[in-house]
Every structure is written in structure tokens, then in C-alpha cells.
């Protein structure tokens, strides 16, 4: 059973991946009796990921949850009477699978080629006046306006940055960057400072926030062409993805790799970032429209109309500005379920503020309490692997697939909920490893050390793509991803 710390943290230090897949499944609400269906084959074998947090646990729980929660959706269809529990088929995820898919956007390779890093010259850590800040520069429009505010020219050097940010005490330069400018800079913080924080308190103790938007006839998918014999879980349902970076993009290659029909919707005016998009749009159909040109936004509205999931990651409330709230949606497709990833949460001070996997670690203590337990003498430590990002990804997956059984039991439309910050507030309650002893974990730092049965080769538009393959498996069903990558904007925007 969770208790609260005295800094109103709830400890769940003693949890075992069971325990948290419980935790979080009783949480939505979802039939405790599915969770005899779950098999967690190396569950008790730790660290597993050279890090003083439960990385390994984590990693098995997201994606096992996501997978149990997606059978559950597919026994329900079978027998979809709302009197009987439905039957749910086995689901299995081995730990070490689940920790490479923790990092397969860097695991991959095209025709024996690895990725290129998706990080530009000028980012990470920074030593400020007072501290450090950590500093944001895959997308170059980010690394432009740190330039512009550091008052450098475009061609400076990562020298001519830190001589520049050694001048600003680091809330500063965070609040220029992030909370007044377009750019993401946050400042290196303690546990003891975060705790501090007004954002620290606002931030839910359960990671997946799930509601009914309104009531509404129960239906198994507006699109649904699934039959008893399907052996698809998703099959049928009909997904628009608006996404960027890692986190909501793995949501939508979960839902695909379990049959749903994924439609990656991205902007022609907006930077891509190829390195990750070669891995997270596996499974995925890609289509490219400008919400500014008339056109294309009715070519939106009209796939909003007709799909049963709607995925988003976009900064709190700048798809509002455009007609895109979850209120107005269900409005005009009732029925549809809406998905949010969020960097900081739906409420508090940071709320509408942009951020990323690695900026929250900063902010939130986490680097500097994985410093503290290597004991190598840093300021800071990244963990591994985007941890954040892929745990936050199959969570919102999960508390999708946790809609779509709700709606086919209750009806209605919902809304799920995410946010990077909540996924580190669960992790932080999951406990640390004592002293250097996590950092014993081993690492899949390259593809030659992924075991060859966790990898797939496929023939894609750029080239033989040798790939980690999704962890999960489900007892009498396909899992796996069709749609291999391809340039931005290949497919039409229409339903298959």
C-alpha cells in the first residue's frame, strides 16, 4: 500500500512491477480481474538500466500496461456484453525488451548506418552565475531564439554561449527563455528547491488522468471493422496524431503496432527532427497540412470528425486558439476520446508552459540526485535512456485504450491526460537504488548490444531498417508495425 513522505510524496519505494501496474490500473478504474492476463517474464532482475532510478520497472510497467489495457479492449469486443467481465488475452513483456524499447530511437539503423543526434552544438548543461541551466536546441527555431536572447549572432559558438550564460542567475535566464521568450532553458534544480516549487504541488499523484468529456451512447468504435476473428486488437479504429519529439509520438506507435490506423499529422512550416522520426513513425500513415490555410484545416476537422482518437502534443492551449479543444471536438464527434501530453500538467503556475524530457529531469531535482548517487562529482546526470518521454507515451496509450473500454461500456466522449512531470513524480516515488549500486545496471548503448531476437529488419522508403521491435506480446493476436517510414506528407488524408 502507498503511503505519504513528509514532502507529500506518496512512497511507493517498496512497489514491485506488479505493483505498479495495479496502482495505475486500479487508478482508471479498469476490472481488477484483467490483471491475472499479464505475464512480467525477468521482473525481479535489478537495476536494469545503469541508473540510481527504477528504469527497468518503469519500462516493463508502461508498456505492459498499455498492452493489457489495449487486450482488454480487444476481449471486450469479442464479448461485448457491458453485464459480463470481458475475456482478456495474455499479454507479455520481458523487462530487458521492454528497457531496449526504452531507447530504440537510438538503436536503429538504415542500411547499417546509426542515427545522427538530433541535438545541435549549443545546448545541454550551462554553469550560470549562481548555478546552471540546461538548454534546449533540437529544434532550431529554439536554438535561434537562445542566440537572439543571449544577444549573439547566428554563427556563434557554444564558447560564445556559456561566456554569455555565466553572466544570468539561472531563474532568470529560465524565466526569459521559457516563461516570457519562445525558447526552452530551465534552471537546474534540487529536490529540496523543486519540493519548493508552486509547479511541485499541482502536479497529480496518479500519471494517467482520465474523464468522461460527456455522456453519450456506448459504441467499440465509430469506425470499428473488427470481428471476432480480427487479429488486430485496434483494428477498426481511426487515429489523428498531432505530435512532435518523442513522448506522444510513442502513444501513436503503441496504438499502431496493436492494428490502429494512425494518421501522423505534421506542418510543412514546422522543423522535423529525422533522427527521431525514422523511429517513431513505424506503423504510422504521414500527412502534412497547415492549420493557417483554410483548406487544410477543413481537411482536419474533417478526419477530428470521423476518428475515435485524437492524440496532441502541442503546448497547453495553442490548438484551442484554433477551434481544437477537447470540448469543441466532442461537440462535433461525439464519441471521441482526446489525448493530451503535456510537459508540467493541466493546473498550476507552469501549466501552459512548453518543456521536454530532459528540461523536467533538470528542473525537477532529478539530475541532481542522480549526480549525488554516482558520486563522480558532476552538477548533473541525464539518465539513460528518455525515460520520461517513452513511460509518458505508453501511459497515454494506456489511458487511451482505458477510454475506448469505457466508452464501449459507458459511452461518451473522454479525455485522457499525460504530462512529463507527472511520469517523474511517479518515478521519483518508486524510490532510487542505494548509493552506486544502480549503476551496476547494463546498458544497450549500441544496436550490437541488443540480443538479435528483440531486433526486425525491414525494407523502408530511405533504406533497410534494423529495428527494436515492440516488447509486448498478446496471446492469439498480431502485434507489430505495416506502415514503415517514408518522407512527411507521403499518404492522403483519409481513412484506410
Not at 290 to 297: A, V
Not at 310 to 323: D, K, T
Not at 392 to 411: D, E, F, K, Q
Request: glycine share 8%; charged share 20%.
Amino acid at each position: 500500500m502507498a503511503m505519504s513522505t513528509p514532502t507529500g510524496l506518496v512512497d511507493r519505494t517498496s512497489f514491485s512491477t506488479a505493483d505498479i501496474v495495479k496502482d495505475v490500473w486500479t487508478s482508471l478504474y479498469l476490472p481488477p480481474h484483467a490483471l491475472s492476463s499479464l505475464s512480467l517474464p525477468g521482473h525481479d532482475a535489478a537495476p536494469a538500466a545503469p541508473s540510481s532510478f527504477k528504469i527497468g520497472p518503469l519500462a516493463q510497467s508502461s508498456i505492459a500496461l498499455s498492452a493489457l489495457s489495449v487486450s482488454l479492449f480487444r476481449g471486450g469486443r469479442i464479448s461485448p456484453s457491458p453485464s459480463s467481465p470481458p475475456s482478456v488475452p495474455r499479454v507479455s513483456v520481458p523487462l530487458d525488451h521492454a528497457v531496449a524499447e526504452f531507447k530504440s530511437e537510438r538503436l536503429y539503423t538504415i542500411d547499417n548506418q546509426p542515427p545522427g543526434s538530433p541535438w545541435g552544438s549549443i545546448g545541454g548543461l550551462h554553469k550560470t552565475a549562481d548555478g546552471h541551466v540546461r538548454i534546449h536546441d533540437a529544434f532550431p527555431n529554439h536554438a535561434r531564439g537562445t542566440l537572439e536572447l543571449l544577444g549573439l549572432p547566428p554563427d556563434a559558438a557554444r564558447r560564445d554561449v556559456a561566456a554569455k550564460v555565466a553572466q544570468w542567475k539561472s531563474v532568470d535566464l529560465e524565466t526569459a527563455g521559457t516563461e516570457k521568450g519562445k525558447v526552452a532553458i530551465y534552471a537546474l534544480r534540487s529536490y529540496a528547491e523543486w519540493d519548493a516549487h508552486p509547479q511541485s504541488a499541482a502536479i497529480d499523484d496518479n500519471p494517467v488522468l482520465l474523464e468522461q468529456l460527456a455522456p453519450g451512447p456506448p459504441t467499440n468504435g465509430i469506425s470499428s471493422t473488427s470481428t471476432s476473428t480480427s487479429k488486430r486488437c485496434l483494428e477498426g479504429i481511426r487515429v489523428v496524431e498531432m505530435s512532435r519529439v518523442i513522448a506522444a509520438p510513442v502513444a501513436g506507435k503503441a496504438l499502431a503496432a496493436h492494428g490502429a490506423d494512425v494518421l501522423w499529422v505534421t506542418c510543412p512550416n514546422l522543423p522535423d527532427l529525422p533522427a527521431l522520426d525514422r523511429d517513431l513513425s513505424r506503423g504510422k500513415r504521414t500527412i502534412q497540412l497547415d492549420l493557417h490555410k483554410p483548406g487544410d484545416k477543413e481537411r482536419l476537422l474533417d478526419l477530428l470528425r470521423t476518428c475515435d482518437v485524437f492524440i496532441q502534443s502541442f503546448r497547453p492551449g495553442s490548438l484551442a486558439a484554433h477551434g481544437l479543444s477537447p470540448r469543441e471536438l466532442q461537440e462535433t464527434n461525439p464519441g471521441i476520446v482526446c489525448a493530451s501530453l503535456s510537459a508540467f500538467g493541466p493546473s498550476g503556475p507552469w501549466s501552459r508552459r512548453r518543456g521536454y524530457d530532459s528540461l523536467v529531469q533538470t528542473c525537477s531535482g532529478m539530475n541532481v540526485s542522480e549526480a549525488a548517487r554516482r558520486g563522480a562529482g558532476e552538477a548533473a546526470r541525464v539518465l539513460p535512456c528518455q525515460a520520461l518521454d517513452h513511460a509518458g507515451g505508453y501511459l497515454l496509450a494506456t489511458g487511451i485504450a482505458a477510454a475506448l473500454h469505457r466508452r464501449s461500456r459507458l459511452g461518451g466522449s473522454w479525455s485522457v491526460h499525460v504530462s512529463l512531470a507527472g511520469v517523474m513524480k511517479y518515478l521519483r516515488s518508486l524510490g532510487q537504488y542505494p548509493d552506486q549500486t544502480g549503476f551496476e545496471g547494463r546498458d544497450f548503448g549500441t544496436q550490437s548490444d541488443v540480443p538479435a531476437d528483440y531486433l526486425k529488419t525491414r525494407e523502408t522508403a530511405f533504406g533497410s531498417m534494423r529495428a527494436v521491435k515492440h516488447s509486448a506480446s498478446v496471446e492469439g493476436c498480431e502485434v507489430g508495425w505495416e506502415e514503415m517510414p517514408k518522407p512527411l506528407g507521403s499518404d492522403e488524408a483519409r481513412w484506410l
